[in-house]
């Protein structure tokens, strides 16, 4: 015979004490951005080198190739886990320049199968110029399957 107990909530109430609980929200908000930084380390910075062998660069704020160099921090850039291509310096690439990062479709890339870095809002990173030289602007423009929008 099987028995069936019923407990009321009321009596629940005095056997575990209900206490309120206040969340800091500074310090889930620090935790959350520290978080996202692991992530990006973990993920490993890398350089993106163009057909010509120059590599994407920044300066302030403007996006350019500029011969490669392992030690230079303007060159190493991390996907971070909402698809936005970052900076070391903590800005992304949105359309053609450096911003403050957001959740826009000109900051969320895709490396695809052809090597090209595709916005969601449908562009492509490219350097200007064809053959491209170091020095020149690299801008979000219309995709085509042309050798200078390949990044490596």
């Known amino acids: 015979m099987k028995r069936i107990f019923f407990v009321s909530a009321m009596s629940l109430a005095f056997i575990a004490p209900v206490h309120a609980v206040e969340f800091n929200t500074d310090a889930l908000k620090s935790m959350q951005e ?10 490993g910075a ?3 080198k163009a ?3 120059e590599c994407l660069d920044f300066k302030g704020n ?3 190739l500029a011969k490669c160099n392992g030690k230079v921090n303007s060159q190493q850039w991390t996907m971070d886990d909402k698809q936005r291509l970052v900076a070391h310096n903590g800005r992304c690439v949105g359309g ?8 826009a479709k000109a900051q969320k890339w895709t490396h695809d199968d052809k090597h ?3 916005s969601k809002a449908k562009k492509c990173l490219q350097p200007q110029g064809k053959p491209p030289k170091s020095g020149v602007k690299v801008v979000a423009g219309n995709c085509s399957n ?3 929008l390949v990044w490596k």
Do not use: F, W
């Not at 520290?34 to 993920?43: D, L, R, T, Y």
């Open 34 to 43: 520290e978080g996202h930084k692991i992530v990006a380390e973990s993920q």
């Open 46 to 48: 890398r350089s993106y």
């Open 51 to 53: 057909s010509n062998g």
């Open 62 to 64: 403007g996006l350019l």
């Open 96 to 103: 053609s320049n450096l911003q403050e990062c957001s959740n």
């Open 116 to 118: 090209r870095l595709i």
């Open 146 to 148: 042309s050798d200078h």
